[in-house]
């Protein structure tokens, strides 16, 4: 996200958003936080918070949860809205302080969509706004980069740059170039990068600029005790083993879910 306001072009712009999925095809990283979910929490109800072209909100609904995705990107949802098996997901396009519903089994963060606030107050206020919105007991399953890893090295274009044929589009070239590591910032680094993207059919080219903090585990947890969540548990993303944090954190005062 921008350091505040609109999320990066690369989800809120139409063309972008409208290529997002095939460019990132891979998506066994949601297998972990489905099972989660339904094997480990018996959820019956979730928001998917940062849902952006909704895969997740999606595959949950389809798995007889009900389902509320929300993401500021409005491009993003309109994608979203567009795939089958959407209309057992609740839609809203906005911050998580939007959604009305109170009273979910589970939130849930997926893809590092907590490394999306940069500024300390808007995390704060998107996690508060989070636990308001668990049921007492209920639980927020997110993940954030581990900044030892150091992976915004591995953001060069010699090493992303990729050429997609997709649908309806023909040929579109993406790549990733870090700009700017700000590695003393309180709390983790602040990573700045590009996401060009080329449309070969027309040879327009749509730049992205976006900003992610890495926090440190110990800032993570210093803000969800903030902000009244309670860590039950902290373990390896499967698919990326020692890379990522994945953190189960609990609205305190009910039943487990
Ligand atoms: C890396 S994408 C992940 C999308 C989705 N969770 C997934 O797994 O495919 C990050 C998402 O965070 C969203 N985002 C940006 N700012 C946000 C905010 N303030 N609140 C919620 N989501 C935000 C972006 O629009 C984008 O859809």
């Not at 109800?45 to 949860?65: K, N, W």
């Not at 808007?122 to 150091?150: C, H, K």
């Not at 993303?237 to 944090?245: F, I, L, S, T």
Request: negative net charge.
């Amino acid at each position: 996200m921008a350091d505040r306001g609109e999320p990066d072009p690369i989800f809120s712009h139409p063309r972008l958003a409208a290529v997002h999925d095939p460019l990132d095809p891979d998506r066994s990283d949601l297998d972990a936080y489905a099972a989660i979910l339904v094997d480990e929490l018996g959820a019956r109800s979730l928001l998917d918070v940062g849902c952006g072209t909704g895969t997740f909100a999606i595959r949950m609904a389809g798995e007889g949860l009900a389902v509320t995705g929300v993401d500021p990107a409005v491009a993003s949802i309109d994608v979203a809205r567009g795939k089958s098996g959407a209309e057992g997901v609740t839609w809203v396009a906005g911050p998580v302080e939007a959604v009305e519903a109170r009273g979910f089994d589970a939130a849930t963060m997926t893809a590092n969509v907590a490394q999306v606030f940069v500024d300390e107050a808007e995390w704060r206020s998107a996690l508060v706004a989070i636990r308001d919105r668990l049921r007492p007991g209920g639980t927020l399953v997110l993940e954030s980069r581990r900044p030892e890893r150091r992976a915004w090295e591995e953001w060069t274009r010699e090493r992303t740059q990729q050429v997609v044929d997709v649908p309806h589009e023909g040929p579109v070239e993406g790549w990733v170039q870090v700009t700017e590591v700000d590695e003393r910032a309180s709390g983790g680094p602040i990573v700045r990068f590009d996401s060009p993207t080329v449309f070969h059919r027309d040879g327009v080219r749509i730049d992205s600029a976006s900003t992610l903090r890495f926090r440190s585990r110990e800032a993570i947890e210093s803000s969800l005790a903030a902000a009244g969540l309670e860590v039950v548990d902290v373990r390896d993303a499967p698919d990326r083993p020692g890379r990522e944090w994945v953190l189960l954190v609990r609205r305190p005062g009910g039943p487990s879910a």
